[in-house]
């Protein structure tokens, strides 16, 4: 078989990676208001900009204090990732970790459609009741079932294990904006101290989670 060759450039753009990357974010922080960011979260929050390419995006972003320097302890001690969907799991970049870490995805397993029939739910949220095991001190992240946001709060006002950090940032008009209100209000309403990231409101997705995720992993931007 032959090797592709290239095509014809006909169009003036940047084709090298790294310079992407770094002119990107010398992009976000030219246009971005990071003043409201709580002081050692400026990379995670230029991530979740780079990840949405929305620079309007930083007002939204709701940042628990602790939660960059409690998450990277985390995962710098071996924490597995845990995400609600393959397109967040796919988007964790595998160099950035510092551990190896497990990430994990329970969506396909097979227990899961008998249990959202039973429970009345989504998959996505029954795929969370399977992360119970190894839910203690690990990182969440949700970046596209309000559904799995709101069973994982449930769990844990009922006593489940803790992660050490959620990564909360589900998209849509069904339910997304509440869930991440009520992750937001975890502590107010239930007592619950946990290191978080949320963005308000419908925006969110998975592109956003896996760059927090990205963001937590290491300092180097």
């Known amino acids: 078989m032959s090797a592709p060759q290239a095509p014809t450039r006909r169009y003036a753009y940047e084709a090298d990676g790294a310079s992407i990357y770094r ?3 010398a992009t976000i922080r030219a246009e971005a208001d990071l003043s409201t960011v709580p002081p ?3 990379r995670l929050a230029v991530r979740m900009v780079h990840g949405s390419g929305q620079v309007d995006l930083v007002p939204d972003l709701v940042v628990h204090p602790e939660v960059v320097p409690v998450a990277r302890a985390a995962l710098e001690g ?14 964790v970049t595998a160099s950035r970790l510092p551990r190896g870490n497990e990430v994990r995805c329970d969506l396909a ?12 739910t989504t998959r996505s949220a029954a795929a969370v009741s399977l992360w119970e095991p190894v ?18 709060l449930e769990m844990l006002v009922d006593g489940a294990p803790r992660p ?3 990564v909360g940032c589900p998209v849509g008009f069904i339910g997304a904006a509440e869930s991440k209100q009520a992750l937001a209000d975890l502590r107010r309403d239930h007592g619950i101290d946990l290191p978080f990231v949320t963005v308000r409101g419908r925006r969110g997705g998975s592109a956003i989670a896996c760059s927090a995720i990205n963001a937590l992993a290491q300092e180097v931007e």
């Open 109 to 120: 397993d097979p227990r899961v459609p008998r249990l959202a029939t039973q429970w009345g």
């Open 164 to 166: 050490a950090a959620v």
């Open 23 to 25: 002119d990107s974010f």
């Open 135 to 152: 839910l203690e001190g690990a990182v969440v992240a949700i970046g596209n079932a309000p559904t799995a946001l709101f069973h994982l």
């Open 78 to 91: 071996g924490a597995p990732v845990l995400c609600d969907v393959r397109m967040v799991a796919m988007g």
């Open 40 to 42: 050692g979260a400026e």
